[in-house]
Each structure stands twice: as structure tokens, then as C-alpha cells.
């Protein structure tokens, strides 16, 4: 018995589920990057060998059929199961790569510094990353693990802590050796302070700096201001003033000596940097292996 009759080509329902989704051909002819009439054509092949219209095509957008719902269901359904499979075939024999996402800020100033020392360690194995101002992609959008900030309860996501997160004024020995000595919190007042539009609003700013530690300051406090915290650091770092630096952005440079804390005040923030991998995911020794040395080597830095 040929079991597959009934089964329309993978084509087919791909376009199918697609459409179903999009509520139109051509936005599911933009995502399989194939013509609207394609997409059209696809879908009618598979109205035909199942003898039932799935879509009600005179509704934008367009609805499925009360038939089309349940069948699209099933087709969902197969196609993750039949996804995941791939996946963890790939994973166990033909993947020598993963892909990390974290924000800009943490992927250019803690974690890009490490990924040499693991490539020493593992010349074979080759880590891409995936790094953005906010919006970070979901874990299996071609995500494998992700760096995040905050509580480290996010839904369906296991979480390995890397770090606590503090902040501290920073600023470079060009800058602190031509400007006015700085003893207590109050005294930044009479300095230069970056600053940075912050999306998150668990980033501290400079005003809520100063009201911390309830220092009297102006409704509006001057100094150069910038676009994003990665252009701030960087400012820092060639002496245009002093920055509110982050364990996470600034700690690899006060290390090195190239940014001085200038104070030993310091907040501690609510919220931690979390190593985030899929709960119940699939067995992965590459990214076990990258895990394993990835919090070990955040260890070391505490």
C-alpha cells in the first residue's frame, strides 16, 4: 500500500503552512522566495489530491477553511517533528559550528575577547555570532545558545549564570591625568559625562547615578551623548570623559589597564548575565563543550 497517497509534495505544504501564516501568496512567495502564482499553484496541488479547499480566498486576509485549520495543524506539526529530527542528525554528525546571540555591548567587549582563547583551545570548531542593539532572536531561529541580561527565568530556556552585573564610573589615564581630581561621588558634577540612550530601562543613566547616592545635580545633566553604550565605551576609551561602565562592557578594559575605575562606589544592578540554551533541547556536544568552557573562563573573571 502506498501510504504516501494521500500526502501532498513537501513543496506543497511548505507553501501550505506558509500561506496559512502569512495570510496571503505573496507575503508566503517573500518567505520561499518564490513567485506569488507559484505559491498559488502549490496550494491548489494540494487542494486537488486532498479533494477540499483549505482556504477561503475571498477573505483578506485570506482564512482557512474549517477542514484547512485541522489539516494545517497536522502539517505544523509534522514539520517540526520531522525538523527536529534533521536537526538533531546534524548536530550529532554534520555540525563543526554554533551560533550565538547577545547585544552588542556583550558580545564586542566580553565575549569577543574570549572567542580567540577558544579557538586556540578548539581550532576545529567555529563560533558564529549574532549580536543586536535589542529585539534579541529567539533561541532556535538558527540560534543555538544566547547571552542575556535579567533574571534568568525566561520560558522554556535553561539558564547557567555567568556573571552579577555592577556598575562603576570608568574613564581612561589620558582623561584622568588632565582633569580634576575626583575623590567622592559629587565630585563627576564638574566633569564630562557620556552618555548613552538606553533601550533597556534597567540601564542605569547618569541621573539615576547621582540619585543613588543622593547628590543634589541639575533637571539636565550636559555631555556628549550617543547613539548606543558600545559608541560610549568607545569614547571612553580615547578620554572624551567618564562613563558609567558595566562589569560586562567595561571590566576586560579596566583589566587591562586601559580604563580606570574612578571611584570605588559601585551598584550592583537587579539583574545578572545568564548563558541561555533550549530546555529539553536536543544533545549537543559542541555547544555542551562551549558552555562548560564559557562559564568556567566567566568564573575565572569574578
Not at 545633566?221 to 562589569?247: C, E
Not at 575605575?261 to 563543550?289: A, C, F, K, M, N
Request: overall charge neutral.
Amino acid at each position: 500500500m502506498r501510504y504516501w497517497k494521500y500526502i501532498p509534495p513537501l513543496k506543497s505544504l511548505l507553501a501550505v503552512e506558509a500561506t496559512a501564516r502569512c495570510g496571503s501568496f505573496s507575503k508566503a512567495a517573500d518567505e520561499l522566495n518564490v513567485t506569488q502564482s507559484a505559491v498559488s499553484h502549490l496550494v491548489g496541488q494540494a487542494e486537488t489530491l486532498l479533494g477540499t479547499r483549505l482556504f477561503d480566498r475571498t477573505s483578506r486576509p485570506i482564512q482557512l477553511t474549517t477542514e484547512g485549520q485541522r489539516y494545517v495543524n497536522s502539517v505544523i506539526s509534522s514539520l517540526n517533528i520531522l525538523k527536529a529530527e534533521g536537526q538533531l542528525l546534524h548536530e550529532r554528525h554534520g555540525s563543526s559550528a554554533l551560533t550565538v546571540s547577545c547585544n552588542l555591548g556583550y558580545g564586542n567587549f566580553w565575549l569577543l575577547p574570549k572567542l580567540k582563547h577558544f579557538h586556540d583551545a578548539y581550532p576545529d570548531i567555529t563560533v558564529n555570532m549574532v549580536t543586536t542593539y535589542q529585539g534579541l532572536p529567539e533561541l532556535g531561529e538558527g540560534i543555538d545558545v544566547a547571552i542575556r541580561f535579567g533574571s534568568g527565568d525566561w520560558p522554556d530556556c535553561h539558564s547557567r549564570l555567568l556573571f552579577s552585573e555592577r556598575i562603576t564610573p570608568v574613564a581612561s589615564s589620558m582623561y584622568i591625568e588632565q582633569a580634576p581630581q575626583i575623590r567622592q561621588p559629587k565630585d563627576l558634577l564638574k566633569h564630562t559625562l557620556l552618555h548613552a540612550h538606553a533601550r533597556d530601562k534597567r540601564w542605569f543613566d547618569w541621573e539615576q547615578w547621582f540619585d543613588h547616592f543622593g547628590i543634589a545635580r541639575p533637571p539636565t545633566l550636559t555631555g556628549p551623548s550617543f547613539d548606543n553604550h558600545v559608541m560610549m565605551m568607545q569614547a571612553a576609551l580615547t578620554g572624551s570623559g567618564v562613563a558609567l561602565g558595566w562589569k560586562g562592557t567595561a571590566g576586560e578594559f579596566v583589566r587591562q589597564g586601559q580604563l580606570i575605575e574612578v571611584l570605588p562606589e559601585q551598584i550592583q544592578v537587579e539583574g545578572s548575565v545568564y548563558l541561555v540554551t533550549r530546555q529539553g533541547g536536543y544533545p549537543h556536544r559542541i555547544l555542551d563543550l562551549f558552555s562548560e568552557w564559557l562559564v568556567e573562563r566567566a568564573g575565572a573573571d569574578r
